[in-house]
C-alpha cells in the first residue's frame, strides 16, 4: 500500500514549456486535490475531483487544468509555465465521507525559469 | 469563507522545553480542525484532528491539541519538544458540509529545536 505517490518529484521547466504531474493513489479515494504550497502562505487549493470524470476549480487554479480519467490517478497539467508557477506541488486524497484525513503525496518541486 | 491564522511564523525552543503552537480559525459552524507537520523536503503527515466530542485531543509523536470555541482557537502542544520535533507546522479547518471538503491551510509555524 503506497498511499499517495507523486511523479515527478523535481522538473526544470523553461517559461512557455508544457508538462504533466501525475498523481495516484491506492486506497480507493473519491476524493483527490492538487495544492501548490509557496513560502509564508501555506498550502493552496489549485483544483479538485470529487470523483472519476469530475474536476472543479479551487482558489488559485488559473493557469492549470485537470483530468480525473481514472479513480487512482488525478493529472495536473501546466499548458505554458510562467515563473509564478515556480512552487512545490502537493497532491492529497481523502475518503469524501465528511470526517475524512486528506492523505498527502511527497511533493513535485517545480522551478520555471 | 472559512480561514485559518497562525500568528507565529517562527518558534525557537530548547529541547526539553514545553511548546505551545498557536491557531486561530474562522468558520460558521463546527469545524473539522487538523494539524498537520511536514519535515524539510518531505510531505505532510497527519498529528492529530478534531471532529466532535471531546475538546482536548491527543496525537501521534506525544501532541496534543485543544478545541476552544469561544476563543475559535486549537492550539498545538507538547510537554517536552525533542530535537526531531524541528519542523513547520500546519493548522487546518475543513468544511464537512461543502461539496468539496477541502481544507484550508494556515501560513504554517516554523519550529526550531535548540540543543
Known amino acids: 500500500n503506497a498511499g499517495v505517490t507523486q511523479t515527478p518529484k523535481f522538473r526544470v521547466l523553461k517559461t512557455g514549456q508544457s508538462m504533466t504531474l501525475l498523481c495516484a493513489q491506492d486506497?480507493?479515494?473519491?476524493?483527490m486535490y492538487w495544492y501548490r504550497q509557496d513560502p509564508g502562505m501555506g498550502l493552496r487549493l489549485i483544483h479538485y475531483?470529487?470523483?472519476?470524470?469530475?474536476?472543479a476549480k479551487g482558489e488559485v487554479p488559473d493557469g492549470y487544468n485537470v483530468s480525473r480519467l481514472k479513480k487512482q490517478n488525478f493529472l495536473l497539467g501546466l499548458e505554458s509555465a510562467a515563473p509564478s508557477q515556480t512552487s512545490v506541488y502537493f497532491c492529497?486524497?481523502?475518503?469524501?465521507?465528511?470526517?475524512?484525513?486528506?492523505?498527502f503525496g511527497p511533493g513535485t518541486r517545480l522551478l520555471v525559469l | 469563507a472559512q480561514s485559518v491564522t497562525q500568528p507565529d511564523i517562527h518558534i525557537t525552543v530548547s529541547e526539553g522545553a514545553s511548546l505551545e503552537l498557536r491557531c486561530n480559525y474562522s468558520y460558521g459552524a463546527t469545524p473539522y480542525l487538523f494539524w498537520y507537520v511536514q519535515s524539510p523536503g518531505q510531505g505532510l503527515q497527519l498529528l492529530l484532528k478534531y471532529f466532535s466530542g471531546d475538546t482536548l485531543v491527543q496525537g501521534i509523536k506525544g501532541f496534543e491539541a485543544e478545541f476552544k470555541r469561544s476563543q475559535s482557537s486549537f492550539n498545538l502542544r507538547k510537554p517536552s519538544v525533542h530535537w526531531s520535533d524541528a519542523a513547520e507546522y500546519f493548522c487546518a479547518v475543513g468544511a464537512g458540509d461543502t461539496g468539496r471538503r477541502a481544507l484550508t491551510f494556515g501560513s504554517g509555524t516554523r519550529l526550531q529545536v535548540q540543543p
Open positions: 492529497a486524497s481523502s475518503s469524501g465521507t465528511g470526517r475524512e484525513t486528506q492523505y
Open positions: 475531483s470529487v470523483g472519476e470524470g469530475t474536476t
Open positions: 486506497m480507493n479515494h473519491e476524493y
